[in-house]
């Protein structure tokens, strides 16, 4: 028997193994996001016969559009099913069951990020389009002027969020909680990296770093217009040392790498028929953090 529920305490073994063998994914990791963010009803699992076989985590998020409102957004996280279990359809079954336990709760969307690009069709063939896209491209410290001086500073999760939210406030954009941006932070500080901002003549400018272990540090979002940008990357030596940076950003300004590419990334479903069929697909918005 196949039952889609909210989680419970006792579920946090089988949903930490299933964890690890979807994305192998060390225990600090885990650990991290059952101390920042865990909540069981955070938590969604498909079980069979008693036993876990599939889950989402899930952010409770907004999507902010401006000129039109803002609508809560669920962005489903860590989607994963047991590997001996995969090819039945649980983890479709599972996305299906997710749709009505939050139109039970008032969400009208759904987002996810797909943790890679075959699964973008997986997605689609379960109702998400194509909304959230970045610029990405890579950057060295040989390209990069010597700085004058320190402009980027270490922020807590609402500093980051209240620069963030002023300086995405003309895009459309994902927003997200304090406790979501908490375990973002708690991501980068396994990696000696962290949430930054700071005041450049031109303006404010945030980041978030994050290492891989591989020599790599992401950018998961660099923030702020281009001149600002010019400004703190310089500075990007001092507070997230690397041979090699990924940078992303919603724009296409010259504040990215030569090499910069536009990519899909984010997907969105609409719960609400109506909001479905009346909205412009070939629109694009920002989705930034996607805990990857």
């Known amino acids: 028997m196949l039952l889609t529920r909210p989680s419970r305490p006792d579920d946090i073994p089988a949903q930490r193994q299933l964890w690890n063998l979807a994305f192998g994914d060390d225990g600090a990791y885990i650990d991290n996001f059952y101390r920042t963010y865990y909540e069981p009803q955070r938590m969604l699992v498909l079980e069979e016969d008693g036993a876990v076989r599939s889950m989402t985590a899930w952010f409770d998020t907004t999507f902010v559009v401006p000129g039109q409102g803002e609508y809560r957004a669920a962005y489903l996280y860590a989607v994963a099913t047991h590997p001996d279990c995969r090819g039945r359809g649980l983890a479709g079954r599972l996305l299906a069951d997710a749709d009505d336990f939050f139109r039970s709760l008032g969400i009208p969307a759904v987002t996810t990020v797909p943790a890679e690009p075959s699964l973008h069709n997986f997605f689609g063939a379960n109702g998400f389009g194509e909304c959230f896209r970045h610029f990405e491209g890579w950057l060295s410290p040989s390209e990069l002027p010597s700085a004058k001086s320190p402009l980027l500073h270490p922020v807590t999760a609402a500093q980051y969020d209240a620069v963030r939210e002023e300086l995405l406030a003309q895009i459309p954009h994902i927003s997200y909680p304090e406790q979501a941006l908490k375990y973002q932070a708690g991501c980068c ?19 978030c770093a994050e290492g891989t272990g591989k020599g790599v540090v992401i950018l998961k979002e660099l923030l702020g217009n281009p001149a600002a940008c010019r400004h703190a990357l310089p500075d990007l030596p001092r507070v997230a040392p690397a041979p090699r940076w990924l940078v992303r950003t919603p724009r296409s300004g010259d504040e990215t790498p030569s090499n910069r590419r536009l990519g899909r990334f984010g997907m969105l479903k609409w719960l609400d028929p109506e909001q479905k069929n009346t909205w412009d697909w070939s629109s694009t918005g920002y989705l930034g953090l996607a805990f990857d």
């Not at 500080?189 to 980041?207: I, K, N, W």
């Open 189 to 207: 500080a396994l990696s000696r990296g962290g949430l930054f901002a700071g005041e450049t003549p031109e303006g404010l400018v945030c980041l």
